[in-house]
Nanobody, 126 residues
Framework: QVQPVESGGGLVQAGDSLKLACAAAGGHFLSYFMGWFRQATGKEREFVAAISYGGGRTYYSNSVKGRFTISRDNAKNVVYLQMNSLEPEDTAVYYC???????????????????WGQGTQVTVSS
């Protein structure tokens, strides 16, 4: 069993950068497909980015492609989300999730992930 714990959220201005971290304690981190999702107030949770076991494959939503970068350090059991050129529309609670079963086939579906963190708030002011 793995327990993701997010950190790094905060209040920033439009155009600023922020780096989120997700520490995944327990389980076999190296064998997990990892993803980041976000949920804005009044909206459904949406896919942001995902990364394969070894980090060789990364995936992004169209809304963050070119601005966000997902990476992982398997030696430290940590996944990162580097967010650049932040926009007010990026304001949301960001969640880290682990897919321990399906090998990331449908990495963009939140139902594919079976372990979730509590989330970290990111607020971008204009």
């Amino acid at each position: 069993q793995v327990q993701p714990v997010e950190s790094g959220g905060g209040l920033v201005q439009a155009g600023d950068s922020l780096k989120l971290a997700c520490a995944a304690a327990g389980g076999h981190f190296l064998s997990y497909f990892m993803g980041w999702f976000r949920q804005a107030t009044g909206k459904e949770r949406e896919f942001v980015a995902a990364i394969s076991y070894g980090g060789g494959r990364t995936y992004y939503s169209n809304s963050v492609k070119g601005r966000f970068t997902i990476s992982r350090d398997n030696a430290k059991n940590v996944v990162y989300l580097q967010m650049n050129s932040l926009e007010p529309e990026d304001t949301a609670v960001y969640y880290c999730a682990a897919d321990t079963n399906t090998a990331g086939t449908y990495y963009y579906r939140d139902t594919e992930y079976d372990y979730w963190g509590q989330g970290t708030q990111v607020t971008v002011s204009s």
